[in-house]
């Protein structure tokens, strides 16, 4: 298979989230020649949304995806329109940075609550009452699903077919306002994982996160490994995602507290395009 494209590599702010603030991190980006970027909320309202979205167009960079909006369920109603109201604000986020998506990492179970349907519900009511907001700011929705481990805390949309679903829900023409993010990290261990990229296809993969799944894992979050230093056959689903007709950027995104968050970013950085170049 033919090496990816370099100038498709995004730097997901996570990955360097241990040494780098967004500022250095879209000068990192500039200093490293990669054209993408996708930056987490919490670093970019340290930065200051407008300061972020000058930074970002000075140096020419392209926002593959603003992490996150989501988190919908809770037990009460109150507590259910404070989240959309979050939501709709990392709308404006998204609008503001060009980005080509807003990540959607949708929550999981409410405190307290063994609910897990109640809570799927809740979760495409959610979708559902932003989609029109979010369509006309032009900002297209990710459901990124998460791996089944993380249903209680983080996500209860566990499969690339579950968000397919809600995708079709939701906006059954696909329009382009509704679609996926395919994270390895969540997906790879999917038998169905083939067949539901050729289902989405070009009109609802809107990002394709990349790094790789460690044996052991030592943490559920935290633990993320470098691209090629696990077991994902991060070739073979880039192949997948090409013949559904995807042609946008891999993005990395490593969340690892104990290794990579404790090196010097700029190593980080060049480790991950070397890897890129060589296991993607
Ligand atoms: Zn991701």
């Known amino acids: 298979m033919a090496s990816p494209d370099p100038s498709l590599l995004s730097l997901n702010t996570a990955t360097t989230r241990g040494k780098w603030g967004l500022a250095q991190a879209i000068e990192g980006c500039a200093r490293h020649g990669l054209r993408g970027i996708a930056p987490w909320r919490d670093l970019l309202h340290e930065m200051g949304v407008d300061r972020a979205a000058r930074a970002i167009r000075a140096h020419g960079l392209i926002v593959t995806g ?11 109603a109150r507590q259910r329109r404070a989240n959309i109201a979050d939501n709709l604000r990392a709308v404006d986020e998204a609008h503001a940075l060009g980005a080509q998506c807003l990540i959607l990492v949708v929550g999981g179970l409410p405190k307290g609550s063994k609910d897990l349907a109640g809570a799927r519900q809740q979760v495409k009511d959610g979708i559902a009452a932003i989609l029109p907001y979010a369509r006309k700011a032009g900002v297209p929705l990710a459901i990124e699903p ?19 679903d ?38 609802r993969i809107f990002a394709h996160h990349i790094c790789d799944w460690l044996v052991p894992t030592t943490d559920l979050l935290l633990d993320r490994g470098m691209m090629g230093d696990g077991v994902i056959d991060l070739m073979k689903i880039r192949g997948w995602l090409e013949r559904a007709g995807y042609r946008g950027f891999q993005e990395v995104e490593i969340f690892s507290a104990a290794n990579w968050w404790k090196r010097d970013p700029d190593e980080v950085v060049r480790i991950c395009k070397r890897r890129y170049r060589r296991c993607c």
């Open 66 to 76: 603003l992490c996150r909006g989501g988190m919908f369920p809770a037990t009460t």
């Open 146 to 164: 998460l791996h089944p481990m993380q249903a209680a805390d983080r996500a209860c949309v566990n499969t690339l077919e579950q968000a397919l």
């Open 166 to 203: 809600l995708c079709d829900a939701l906006d059954a023409r696909a329009s382009g306002a509704l679609g996926v993010a395919v994270d390895v990290y969540h997906v790879w261990w999917d038998p169905k994982l083939e067949a539901q990229i050729r289902r989405a296809g070009r009109k």
